[in-house]
C-alpha cells in the first residue's frame, strides 16, 4: 500500500485527530508497514494515539 492510501486508511479509522494504539497496531499489521513507520505517518499527520495498551498516551 502506497503512503497515501495508507494516510487515508489512518485518517478513515482517526476521531476528533486520535486513533487507538490497537487500531494503530492493527493496520499496521494488515498493511504490512512496520509499527514505526506508521507512527512517523501519524506524527506527520497530526493524529493522537490514545487508549495506548502500554499506558503511555491515555
Known amino acids: ?7 487515508e486508511k489512518v485518517k478513515a479509522h482517526a476521531k476528533n ?3 487507538s494504539c490497537k487500531q494503530a497496531q492493527q493496520i499496521a499489521d494488515d ?12 506524527n506527520e499527520l497530526g493524529i493522537k494515539v490514545s ?8
Not at 1 to 7: R, T, V
Open 1 to 7: 500500500m502506497d503512503k497515501k492510501a495508507l494516510a
Open 17 to 19: 485527530g486520535k486513533i
Open 31 to 42: 498493511e504490512g508497514v512496520p509499527r514505526e513507520e506508521l507512527g512517523g505517518l501519524l
Open 51 to 58: 487508549n495506548c495498551q502500554l499506558g503511555c498516551f491515555p
